[in-house]
């Protein structure tokens, strides 16, 4: 008799403990639904994501037949990073995830290592698996987050207004340049292309910031309060940084100059390279977000505290569209943000 | 340039309604997360359901490159029905759902029928479309339920207790005729084999019951003071009803004589075969619930209420394991119930 899902699921999710018990959350795993009790005034936020083998991370590296113990794990690690991601975009802090794995066959052993890969997110943010579907076909992984905040505080993409200067934390383009790294294409194609060599450190460094993102929580939930707009820069500043002029009925302007590139990304590309991967790579999952200038200094602290960097990009402007410059230079053709089809 | 995902989002589901207000949505589509604001001293029930194409619908019949008009919004209709029923089997009423699509390729006007598919049981249930992800892969669809629900009053699958009555509501047994009617496998495989050639109005009935199940909200909600445990039946009797007996800590004796069966498949299987179909058929997507035997006119009131057929099947006893009769007659080797791997 084969391993039924209801002894799958037991052993690779519950008995690995991502089931784990935390207030507000009254039922997990094991029933037809589970139950979240909402703090007092709090109201719950939630996102799903689906990634999918192939188009959302490397197929070939990263197969169920793959002999590399560690893919299902850095698969996993990611796929709960980009949407713990979407709450701190939302200025909400963690409550709880449910999962939906499809996989091609049954691979309790692909299943343990994906759980595995879970565990230290689940456990850093306090964010336990209550429920979900375990399902076969194609390999594909849907994640909805639930996030606990209150409405008044949380900033969303239609608060931007003109005159608030737009941030970004951490530095932009490792994630595509791990992409170029490992083979696979980014947001961009193949349009990036190394002047030197990565050393291992660098490229350690640039596939780490692809594979296992920081989600910006608790740096959006100090500095929500004095947060215009916000978004997470999954499909890279220009396609995000858009979503929230085209919600908010407001433009931009842009310095591609004061954009944040880590080391490692300046240590492997051109300057101009480095500025393509950060506009339109993706996947950095770095927070955009708005602030009046007077809370510039409330908003450095926040981030300081964390040891987090911050930067300031650009700002909003009343006229429409976005204009991007490097310095006083205007840039008449950027290039496209990323097509999801 | 090609129509980006979030043009073809508002498109295909925005502007068909499906994005609803309704009091305890604070916010819908189109930021990094929704907001949801339960009913003072209500919880949010949750649960996420994945269908996979050729695992939980028939591909042949169904494909994005199939020419049928109506596949597409039978797919998406029988996919939040699924979920809704999951809502029901916990007392929950439904608010908001977030859905998660894998297309293999742009396909506007599929969309926009799988999004018309979905929009006579979210307007029914007053539960519109709050968020979620599109993505390109092999067809499948996940969808998230979110309901709200007094904590106190929902019917844990652990509550069942020895001397309470089992109850199903509807009739069994048909949607597993409709798979092997369509020419695809339901949880039995191959097993049924019709005795009389079904006419078009059973027929007709059968698919319906599959394509279109009921989800039982309107009795759950009315009902659920007096069950003790409930589960929606979706692998079939015998493994769900195997679910509550586990979680319980109980056993079970069940008499197949009693069990309801529609017109239509008592027209079209011998009684064995009519067994089969709801012990093990699955997806039938009616509620198994335990009551004590003072409840039972009470729950009987609630059913005829809405004209919904009421069965008492068995009783839960402090006996671990289920024992099956045919009347008086032990049932010595039952089918096993539907194994997802």
């Known amino acids: ?20 018990a935390r207030a507000g959350v009254e ?27 192939g188009v959302h991370f490397p197929l070939g590296s990263l197969s169920p037949l793959d002999s590399s113990a560690a893919a299902p794990a850095l698969i996993a690690n990611r796929a709960l990073a980009v949407n713990l991601s979407d709450l701190a975009a939302m200025g909400a802090a963690p409550l ?39 399902t076969r076909g194609p390999l594909a992984i849907t994640i909805q987050v639930h996030g606990s905040v209150n409405a008044l505080r949380a900033p969303r993409r239609s608060a931007a207004r003109a005159g608030e200067l737009i941030c970004v934390t951490g530095t932009l383009g490792d994630a595509a340049a791990a992409l ?53 820069l999954s499909d890279g500043l220009l396609g995000d940084l858009g979503h929230i002029l085209a919600a908010s009925g407001v433009g931009a302007r842009l310095d591609t100059l004061t954009l944040p590139f880590s080391p490692a990304l300046s240590n492997t590309l051109d300057p101009e390279q480095c500025e393509l991967a950060a506009l339109s790579g993706g996947d950095d999952y770095e927070l955009c977000f708005t602030a009046a200038p007077t809370d510039l200094s409330a908003v450095r602290d926040c981030a300081a505290a964390l040891g ?5 990009v650009g700002e909003i402007e009343t006229q429409k569209g976005l204009r991007l410059s490097r310095g006083a230079e205007p840039i008449e053709s950027p290039p496209s943000a990323y097509q999801h089809f």
Chains 1, 2 share one sequence.
Do not use: K
């Open 1 to 20: 008799m084969p391993t039924s899902e209801f002894e799958l699921i037991q052993r690779c999710f519950v008995d690995q403990g991502l089931g784990f």
């Open 27 to 53: 039922l997990g795993i094991g029933d037809d639904c589970a139950l979240i009790a909402p703090l007092a005034g709090e109201m719950l936020a939630v996102s799903l994501d689906t990634l999918v083998a």
């Open 96 to 134: 709880a995830f449910t999962l939906g794995l499809t996989l091609p066959h049954d691979d309790a052993q692909w299943m343990s290592e994906f759980a595995r890969g879970l565990l230290p997110l689940a456990r850093q943010f306090d964010c336990p698996l209550i429920g979900g579907d375990t």
């Open 180 to 232: 170029q790294l490992i083979g696979a294409e980014s947001h961009l194609g193949r349009r990036l292309a190394f002047s030197r060599e990565p050393n291992n450190s660098d490229s350690d460094y640039l596939r780490s910031r692809y594979f296992a993102p920081s989600p910006r929580v608790a740096f959006a939930r100090a500095a929500a309060p004095f947060m215009g707009a916000c978004i997470d």
């Open 308 to 312: 987090l960097p911050l930067s300031v």
